[in-house]
Structures are given as C-alpha cells and as structure tokens.
C-alpha cells in the first residue's frame, strides 16, 4: 500500500512502486484530466504539478512520490468556481480538441506560482515541453498572460480583505 497526497487529501492506493503516477490518477482515483499521450513524456498531455514543479505523470513512478504534494487539474478549481488558469483558458478559448490543455495549464500553474508575471519568453519556453496539434498556442499564451492578471487581482483582493 502506498499513501499518495493528490489534490489535498491523502489516498491509500494499492499499486507497484513502479507505477506510473498517470495510471494511478486515472485508473485508481479517477482523475482523468491528465491525458496518455506517448508514455514516453514527450509530449506532456499528463502533465502534473508535485511540489510546485510540473512534471510529466506518465513517467514518474510512485516511488518518488512519497511525502510529496501532487496536485491534478481537478485540485485547482471546479466548473462552477475555476481557478484563474482555468478561467483564462476559458476565455481566450485557448482550447481546440483539449487535448493538449490540462497538461498547458498545469505546467503554466506551475511557472505563474514560481514567476507571476512571465514574459513571452519565459511562457513559451516553460511550454515548450508540450506538443499541442491545434495551433491555438497564441490563445495559449493570451491565457497564460490573462491568468497572471487574474492571479494578481485576486491576490491584491485577498490582501485588501486581510487588513
């Protein structure tokens, strides 16, 4: 038995140490945003956030999990109240097939909680590890850019109500 922390809460899962994480996500706790592209991680349609480093799921065993934090697209927000990624993707309709998408928005998490305000530069380089097919990556990179806005505000809002 292993004991992953995914989204906040702690899941007894009963797999291989050498699972990867991606099938635990979706076959185990049936977290499905994280998609199997290649299985090689080179495409990063799993893409996943553990320890505020996005990693590729597909290729990172349970092992190297334990005691770390993992959080899926399903742990930044929901339909109803989405995160500000999620949001921003929403509205620069950054996604064609969504294929791609999940895997986007948690590598740019992942930049925007590290650098909360990313040039083109440093967006489409952290991005440059997933393959989107669609085209849509001048949607992508509005999105990333609105989220940071989106990010600030809220944090600026959240400071506001603290005093």
């Known amino acids: 038995m292993i004991t992953l922390k995914v989204n906040g809460q702690d899941h007894q899962v009963d797999a291989d140490p050498d699972t990867p994480l991606l099938y635990v996500l979706r076959?185990?706790?049936?977290?499905?945003?994280?998609?199997?592209?290649?299985?090689l991680g080179q495409c990063g349609s799993c893409t996943v956030i553990v320890d505020g480093k996005a990693v590729q799921s597909c290729v990172t065993p349970l092992v190297l999990l334990a005691g770390k934090q993992v959080t899926t697209l399903e742990g930044l927000g929901t339909a109803a109240a989405p995160a500000p990624i999620q949001?921003?993707?929403?509205?620069?309709?950054?996604?064609?097939?969504?294929?791609?998408?999940?895997?986007?928005?948690?590598?740019?998490?992942?930049?925007?909680?590290?650098?909360?305000?990313?040039?083109?530069?440093?967006?489409?380089?952290?991005?440059?590890?997933?393959l989107c097919r669609c085209?849509?990556?001048?949607?992508i990179l509005r999105a990333v850019h609105r989220a940071a806005r989106l990010m600030d505000t809220a944090d600026a809002a959240s400071d506001r109500s603290v005093r």
């Open 87 to 130: 949001r921003a993707f929403i509205e620069e309709q950054a996604a064609q097939c969504g294929y791609c998408i999940a895997g986007m928005m948690m590598r740019a998490q992942a930049l925007l909680m590290r650098n909360p305000k990313p040039s083109d530069a440093q967006i489409r380089a952290e991005l440059e590890p997933n």
């Open 27 to 39: 076959n185990d706790l049936e977290l499905n945003a994280a998609k199997f592209g290649c299985g």
């Open 135 to 139: 085209g849509t990556h001048m949607r």
